[in-house]
Nanobody, 118 residues
Framework: QVQLEESGGGLVQPGGSLRLSCVAS????MGWYRQAPGKQRELVAS???????KYSDSVKGRFTISRDNAKNTAYLQMSSLEPEDTAVYYC????????????????WGKGTLVTVSS
């Protein structure tokens, strides 16, 4: 099982910046999701073990995902934050393929709250 630990959330003013960190127990494809009150959880950004990256359209140009494989850590650098970015941010890791379910195992962190408000 992949264990994840997020950190870095907090209160920030509009236009500000924040960096989230996620330490994993082992190397794996990782990503960041977020969920605002009353909304579904959505993908923010993902990064493969080799560094291939995808972003949601809503954060392109403002957020940057990266990873440090030596530390098994993924980062989400958030800039030009807007009130609409307020959400609980969750770290995600893709685990081994499960032959019983024919899917990859999904692992989630507990989440860290990001609040963008003046």
């Amino acid at each position: 099982q992949v264990q994840l630990e997020e950190s870095g959330g907090g209160l920030v003013q509009p236009g500000g910046s924040l960096r989230l960190s996620c330490v994993a127990s082992e190397r794996a494809p990782m990503g960041w999701y977020r969920q605002a009150p009353g909304k579904q959880r959505e993908l923010v950004a993902s990064i493969s073990s080799s560094g291939w990256i995808k972003y949601s359209d809503s954060v392109k140009g403002r957020f940057t995902i990266s990873r440090d494989n030596a530390k098994n850590t993924a980062y989400l650098q958030m800039s030009s934050l807007e009130p609409e970015d307020t959400a609980v941010y969750y770290c995600h890791a893709q685990g081994p393929f499960n032959i019983a379910t024919m899917t990859f195992e999904d692992y989630w962190g507990k989440g860290t709250l990001v609040t963008v408000s003046s």
